[in-house]
């Protein structure tokens, strides 16, 4: 069992950063691939970052619409997960979940994550 707390949303304006984290507790966070999806008010939950489970080298993953511009890491000393994200827009607004996946590699479906955080909250005001 994983528990997941997210935290670091909050309002910013356009083009400013914020750097969001994922606690986890529970089993060993380093043996888990991590995700990082967001929701819109109306819209389903979208991939947006991922990163694979320690142990030699380790990939990360961005939609599109975030390349260049968020950086996905985790240290497994602390058992945080980060999402830093640079030169936000607007339409970034949403809620920002993280997840653990505990077999398999990463990958965009959410539905293949095994466990949740409650979100945090990211408004950009244009």
């Known amino acids: 069992q994983v528990q997941l707390v997210e935290s670091g949303g909050g309002l910013v304006q356009a083009g400013g950063s914020l750097r969001l984290s994922c606690a986890a507790s529970?089993?060993?966070?380093?043996?888990?691939?991590m995700g990082w999806f967001r929701q819109a008010p109306g819209k389903e939950r979208e991939f947006v970052a991922s990163?694979?489970?320690?142990?030699?080298?380790?990939?990360?993953y961005y939609a599109n619409f975030v390349k260049g511009r968020f950086t996905i890491s985790r240290d497994n000393v602390k058992n945080t997960g980060y999402l830093q994200m640079n030169s936000l827009k607007p339409e970034d607004t949403a809620l920002y979940h993280c997840?653990?996946?505990?077999?398999?590699?990463?990958?965009?479906?959410?539905?293949?994550?095994?466990?949740w955080g409650q979100g945090t909250q990211v408004t950009v005001s244009s």
């Open positions: 997840a653990a996946k505990s077999l398999g590699s990463t990958t965009t479906f959410p539905d293949e994550y095994d466990y």
């Open positions: 529970g089993r060993t966070f380093s043996s888990y691939a």
């Open positions: 990163i694979t489970r320690s142990g030699g080298n380790t990939y990360t």
